[in-house]
């Protein structure tokens, strides 16, 4: 167990518990007793939410592997249908790749559980593409436009 710094509340002379002084330094222990807590609460909720997420990452892990080993099954069938008929290795089919080791490995990441629309670039507005969420009908009749008026203005 931990030893705890104890804070002393009398340096060994009689103390006044009405005294300002010593009112100060019981709610000053009792505040940072209360922080303490709050950082406890904070940093658990903070491993509770990293385990849910090595969790379902591991999970993701599993159902690649379990695909893995489906697609390997019907691959080694097939490739003894084909050894049954005689055909050239040459002429089989590629063997399925292992989710988790090879160069495409490291490209593999888990599709984010909470995340947010992608943002669209403004650096170049011109080129920029907007989600179906952001397009807005500005309408296609003359009724719609605001400048339904123009040609109105500068005839003399």
């Known amino acids: 167990m931990k030893d705890r710094k104890r804070q002393r509340?009398?340096?060994g002379?009689?103390?006044?518990i009405t005294a300002p002084e010593f009112q100060k330094l019981v709610k000053d222990m009792k505040e940072k007793l209360h922080l303490?807590?709050?950082q406890k609460e904070v940093q658990a909720t903070e491993r509770k939410k990293k385990a849910d997420a090595?969790?379902?990452l591991e999970h993701w892990k599993g159902q690649l592997i379990e695909?893995?080993?489906e697609n390997m099954a019907s691959y080694n069938e097939e490739c003894a249908t084909l050894?049954?008929?005689g055909v050239p290795k040459k002429f089989w089919p590629k063997k399925p790749t292992h989710p988790t080791q090879g160069r495409k490995a490291k490209q593999?990441?888990?599709p984010p559980i909470d995340s947010p629309l992608p943002s669209v670039p403004t650096t170049r507005p011109h080129r920029a593409v907007a989600n179906a969420d952001l397009i807005v009908d500005l309408g296609d009749g003359p009724e719609d436009s605001e400048y339904e008026d123009f040609e109105d203005e500068f005839d003399i």
Do not use: G, S
């Open 9 to 11: 509340l009398f340096d």
């Open 13 to 16: 002379k009689a103390q006044i």
């Open 36 to 38: 303490e807590k709050e």
């Open 54 to 56: 090595n969790a379902a």
């Open 67 to 69: 695909r893995y080993n």
């Open 83 to 85: 050894a049954a008929d």
């Open 108 to 110: 593999l990441k888990p």
